[in-house]
Every structure is written in structure tokens, then in C-alpha cells.
């Protein structure tokens, strides 16, 4: 069975960086493409940024293209979220899964919280 357990949320400064993380297991992560979704209080989750399991392809979505970066660790099955110029409106619960946007697997981890106020 998937699983997927998110870190490195937070409370941060409009304008501050964070960097998440994603350690997935029970599937084999190198063969698998892998995405990062947020979700705001009430609403679907929604996809943000997607990387190919080779690497060579990469999507974001226009909230976060060119202040986000995902990256995945194939040796450590670890994907990442590196947050720059963060904006109020980033806070959110960040999840990952398996997948080029669209979610592979039925399960969810219990995501990371980051909140960005001053």
C-alpha cells in the first residue's frame, strides 16, 4: 500500500522560503511520476506542481510557476518542494502523490501545514 508522509511546513514570513518534503513507500517511487497538491480549507485539493519519473518533464501551475520547485530524490524515494517568494494566499495543506497530475494512488498522507502571515 502507498504512503506518503509530508514535512517542513510552517509559519513564515510573506516573501520567506520553505522547503518541503515527501517520503513515499510500497510502490516503486522511481518508476512513478510524482506531484505536489495544496488544499485550501473547504476546497478540493488541486495539483501544483508535477515531475515525470525520469525527471526530464516538469509542470507547475501559473500560482507557482517561477517561485516553486519540485525535485525528487530517487535514492532516498523523497520528493521535494522548494517555496520561494511566498505569497498569503500559499497558505495551505501540502500533499503529495503519486502521478503527473492526477493522483495515482487512493491514499493520502496527512499533509504539512504552511501558513504565511506577517
Known amino acids: 500500500q502507498a504512503q506518503f508522509v509530508e514535512s517542513g511546513g510552517g509559519l513564515v514570513e510573506p516573501g520567506g522560503s520553505l522547503r518541503l518534503s515527501c517520503a513515499a513507500s510500497?510502490?516503486?517511487?522511481?518508476?512513478?511520476?510524482m506531484t505536489w497538491y495544496r488544499q485550501y480549507p473547504g476546497k478540493e485539493r488541486e495539483w501544483i506542481a508535477a515531475l515525470a519519473a525520469s525527471g526530464g518533464t516538469i509542470n507547475y501551475d501559473n500560482s507557482v510557476k517561477g517561485r516553486f520547485t519540485i525535485s525528487r530524490d530517487n535514492d532516498k524515494n523523497t520528493v521535494y518542494l522548494q517555496m520561494n517568494s511566498l505569497k498569503s494566499e500559499d497558505t495551505a495543506v501540502y500533499y503529495c502523490?503519486?502521478?503527473?497530475?492526477?493522483?495515482?494512488?487512493?491514499?493520502w498522507g496527512q499533509g504539512t501545514q504552511v501558513t504565511v502571515s506577517s
Open positions: 502523490n503519486a502521478g503527473y497530475a492526477s493522483p495515482w494512488f487512493s491514499s
Open positions: 510500497g510502490f516503486e517511487f522511481s518508476r512513478r511520476a
